[in-house]
């Protein structure tokens, strides 16, 4: 019996062997194709990232161009605008100055009669200039009598 289990075991250990390196050829063989199957997935999705990044290039760029057309036409408005308000503004001034001229010489002939206080000097114009000046002046905590001591 010790002369048919050396064989055997040794047929067992050879039939093990080629059982355990072909199914690592398999796992090899299945390796390598998930490998390049990563690799074609990592270089397409690197191509796809490329095109997308280039894709949202184009559009920053075309953004950055329509954000600049609208601030040269902001800055032309402006510019219109601030030109017209200093036309106007200096239109206006020298409107306030003719006024001022019509104005000065009406005052000439008007100033007689903002010259006559005895109309304004009445009974009750005197009465309301002393409460005026009772609400508009000084507290009278700050004014107090004064007591003459003999």
């Given at each position: 019996?010790?002369?048919?289990?050396?064989?055997?075991?040794?047929?067992?250990?050879?039939?093990?062997?080629?059982?355990?390196?072909?199914h690592?050829?398999?796992?090899?063989?299945?390796?390598?194709k998930v490998?390049?199957?990563?690799?074609?997935?990592?270089?397409?999705s690197?191509?796809?990232?490329?095109?997308?990044?280039?894709?949202?290039?184009?559009?920053?760029?075309?953004?950055?161009?329509?954000?600049?057309?609208?601030?040269q036409?902001?800055?032309?408005?402006?510019?219109?605008?601030?030109?017209?308000?200093?036309h106007?503004k200096?239109?206006?001034?020298?409107?306030?100055l003719?006024?001022?001229?019509?104005?000065?010489t009406?005052?000439?002939?008007?100033?007689?009669?903002?010259?006559d206080?005895?109309?304004?000097?009445?009974?009750?114009?005197?009465?309301?200039?002393i409460?005026?000046?009772?609400?508009?002046?000084?507290?009278?905590?700050?004014?107090?009598?004064?007591?003459?001591?003999?």
């Amino acid at each position: 019996m010790e002369d048919i289990l050396a064989p055997l075991i040794t047929f067992i250990l050879v039939i093990a062997s080629s059982v355990i390196k072909s199914h690592r050829d398999k796992g090899n063989e299945q390796t390598k194709k998930v490998t390049t199957t990563r690799k074609t997935i990592n270089s397409q999705s690197k191509q796809s990232s490329n095109t997308k990044f280039e894709r949202a290039g184009d559009k920053i760029k075309e953004s950055e161009k329509k954000q600049l057309a609208n601030l040269q036409k902001e800055l032309n408005r402006f510019s219109q605008q601030s030109d017209d308000f200093s036309h106007r503004k200096l239109k206006q001034s020298e409107d306030d100055l003719d006024r001022l001229k019509v104005s000065q010489t009406a005052n000439h002939v008007t100033k007689k009669d903002h010259l006559d206080v005895k109309k304004h000097l009445t009974r009750n114009n005197l009465a309301r200039t002393i409460v005026m000046s009772e609400v508009l002046g000084q507290p009278r905590s700050k004014k107090p009598y004064r007591m003459l001591n003999r």
